[in-house]
């Protein structure tokens, strides 16, 4: 089963993916996938969480857990058995345990293996670059997807007199 967050990030099952993008492309994509409820969500956040308070109130199979330090990270991962984990990256666990990344990385990948693993995060670290070498996919966008230009009436008239080779005369 592939899970397809936005059109240009499809997961498939049993991986593990990184996703690095702006904030709002992600809460977005969350809130405007149809089908989110077929899969039963886990998100795990660190000490804050930029997403939570963003998302719809209309997931039914949500559960949230924090970890405030890798250990706990490392078992809540271990202990899960969800088809779907969205963890949202914290450079703050990894402080003073920067050797905790490697095997963070490991525990990410072997929970991926019975289910899908979103880590997200707004920007780049140094131990998000170390875990990117574990990950099956890699996202990243510098920016989130541009919304189709809108053309002002005014506009559209000039658009229309130019594209049929007639110009029209003043009056005086």
Known sequence: MEFELHPAIIIESRAFAILVAPLQMLIESLNDHLGIDRYQVLYICGNYSRVLSRLDRRFR????????????????????????????HDPLLYEGA????????????????GSILLLYSPT?????????????????????????????????RKTQASSTGQTTLESF
Request: aromatic share 10%; charged share 25%.
């Open 61 to 88: 199979d949500l559960e949230v857990r924090r970890a405030f330090t890798v250990f706990q990270l490392l078992t809540v991962l271990e202990e899960s058995h969800h088809t779907l984990m969205i963890l949202e």
């Open 124 to 156: 780049s670290d140094p131990y998000l670059e170390k875990m990117m070498t574990y990950a099956d996919r890699v996202f990243c966008f510098a920016e989130g997807p541009c919304a189709a230009p809108r053309l002002s009436a005014k506009n559209n």
């Open 98 to 113: 920067g050797e905790m990344v490697e095997y963070a990385s490991m525990a990410m990948r072997e929970a991926a293996k």
